[in-house]
């Protein structure tokens, strides 16, 4: 028999993770990397029945890597707690392992939701994806040193796309995708700063657009389709203007001992 872990990296989303948790129950173990949740995830993730890991990974490969370093399975399955694996997708990739896989990892398709919606069309940039490979083999996945949408290297012969999506949810409602927006273009900036340089412009906004509305299909998603174009196309812009605020403010904290070590000096002369 071939042994399945399922990988969830989590931090601060008990309200979502349980649900996530219940639906891969199918696996033979679940491993939960817990990034500096001070809410209930831990504890949600016991009661399931995980193996939980406590840290700090300021970085998503970190977090990945601790994940599937404690993971015992000949194959991994990373799951986001915002996604859920249904009845269908489980039982095709139960099958896929027990029927000699034909490849050594596999892509797995993505619905993205708005509220009860689905959106097929219109994704581009880092707000989402249509399909991702998130089946593999131990030891063949390496992410880049990102905090946000690392490229992850695939090693080994690649097995194609199975059939059944993962179903994501990316928000309430329209309010709630711009909300991760939010917690995007915050991750975005840091890695930005980690650089050093600009980042994107005005061009690449526009070009995220135009693949998004027209090039991805967005326009066949009506008005949330138009949503989902312009605010992929606004993550760079903003991006941009946060890793500004971002380098700022690591400037000002370099600059501070030293400012408090003239301070000291100048006193000590006084007396």
Same mark, same amino acid.
């Given at each position: 028999?071939? +042994? &399945? ?16 948790? %219940? ?16 809410? =209930? ?5 016991? +009661? ?23 993971? @015992? $399975?000949? !194959? ?34 993505? /619905? ?8 097929? /069309?219109? !994704?581009?940039?880092?707000? @989402?994806? =249509? ?7 131990? $030891?063949?996945?390496? !992410?880049?040193? =990102? ?9 080994? %012969?690649? #097995? #194609? ?5 993962? +179903? ?22 840091? /890695? &930005? ?17 135009l693949r998004a509305y027209?090039?991805?299909?967005? !326009? ?19 991006s941009r203007a946060r ?11 370099t600059h501070e001992p ?9 006193? $000590?002369?006084?007396?």
């Amino acid at each position: 028999m071939v +042994r &399945l872990s399922a990988l969830v990296c989590v931090q601060n989303q008990d309200a979502q993770l349980s649900e996530c948790l %219940r639906k891969l129950s199918f696996c033979d173990e679940i491993v939960v990397v817990a990034d500096r949740c001070t809410d =209930r995830s831990q504890e949600i993730a016991r +009661r399931h029945g995980a193996i939980v890991i406590d840290g700090i990974f300021p970085l998503e490969g970190q977090r990945k890597a601790a994940g599937v370093e404690a993971c @015992s $399975g000949d !194959w991994i399955l990373e799951i986001d707690p915002d996604e859920l694996v249904d009845a269908a997708l489980a039982w095709e990739i139960r099958a896929v392992l027990q029927m000699r896989p034909a490849g050594d990892w596999y892509d797995l398709p993505i /619905d993205n939701y708005v509220g009860e919606t689905l959106v097929r /069309d219109g !994704w581009a940039g880092a707000l @989402s994806a =249509r399909a991702e490979p998130r089946l593999y083999k131990r $030891g063949l996945k390496a !992410w880049e040193p =990102r905090r946000l949408n690392a490229t992850a290297a695939m090693a080994g %012969r690649p #097995g #194609g796309a199975l059939k059944g999506a993962i +179903r994501r949810s990316l928000g309430r409602d329209v309010g709630g995708l711009m909300e991760r927006v939010a917690r995007l273009t915050a991750l975005a900036a840091e /890695d &930005l700063a980690d650089t050093g340089r600009p980042g994107p412009g005005v061009w690449t906004a526009l070009t995220t657009f135009l693949r998004a509305y027209v090039g991805r299909g967005g !326009w066949r998603e009506g008005h949330l389709g138009l949503v989902v174009a312009l605010l992929s196309a606004s993550l760079p812009l903003l991006s941009r203007a946060r890793a500004a605020d971002v380098l700022a403010a690591r400037k000002a904290a370099t600059h501070e001992p030293a400012r408090v070590a003239g301070l000291r000096g100048v006193v $000590g002369l006084a007396r």
